[in-house]
């Protein structure tokens, strides 16, 4: 008898064990100083690839100012921000060389940055779509470097 009670017991602290508890929603991703890696450019994966110096990726800041990387280059700007509007002014880039499929998709990211007209922020992604309504980048947050 005492084995059965141990034995159920066992089995309940178990199942309350965190493992089996309700995970905790994620929280809301903010638009500003949020680290947005970039997952997509015009539909095609945009995954590290050889000769890359450092993630493709923006933070947007408050006072309308981004920093970034294009996976060769660093980048910096400013942008126009409303509800569900984002546009992009003109941006500055560094010159450094790099493998030549890493400069086209660099370059690649730029320009779908300046056809960029609205966004959502669909959970833990960010959704940039140009005038016609047709995604031109996808992110995701991460933590901060």
Same mark, same amino acid.
């Given at each position: 008898?005492?084995?059965?009670?141990?034995?159920?017991?066992?089995?309940?602290?178990?199942?309350?064990?965190?493992?089996?508890?309700?995970?905790?929603?994620?929280?809301?991703?903010?638009?500003?100083?949020?680290?947005?890696?970039?997952?997509?450019?015009?539909?095609?994966?945009?995954?590290?690839?050889?000769?890359?110096?450092?993630?493709?990726?923006?933070?947007?800041?408050?006072?309308?100012?981004?920093?970034?990387?294009?996976?060769?280059?660093?980048?910096?700007?400013?942008? @126009?921000?409303? %509800?569900? !509007?984002?546009?992009? #002014?003109?941006?500055? *880039?560094?010159?450094?060389?790099? &493998?030549?499929?890493?400069?086209? @998709?660099?370059? %690649?990211? !730029?320009?779908?940055? #300046?056809?960029?007209? *609205?966004?959502?922020?669909?959970? &833990?992604?960010?959704?940039?779509?140009?005038?016609?309504?047709?995604?031109?980048?996808?992110?995701?947050?991460?933590?901060?470097?």
């Amino acid at each position: 008898m005492v084995r059965y009670l141990f034995i159920f017991l066992f089995a309940f602290l178990g199942a309350c064990s965190p493992r089996y508890a309700a995970q905790p929603e994620p929280e809301a991703v903010a638009l500003f100083r949020t680290w947005w890696r970039v997952e997509r450019i015009e539909g095609r994966p945009a995954e590290f690839i050889r000769g890359q110096r450092r993630d493709m990726h923006i933070i947007l800041y408050s006072s309308r100012t981004m920093v970034g990387a294009g996976g060769c280059n660093q980048i910096n700007g400013s942008f @126009r921000h409303s %509800a569900g !509007v984002l546009r992009f #002014g003109p941006i500055a *880039s560094t010159k450094m060389m790099c &493998r030549p499929e890493v400069m086209a @998709r660099d370059r %690649a990211f !730029v320009a779908a940055l #300046g056809k960029a007209r *609205s966004y959502v922020i669909d959970g &833990r992604r960010l959704k940039l779509y140009d005038r016609a309504g047709r995604e031109v980048l996808r992110f995701m947050a991460v933590k901060s470097r």
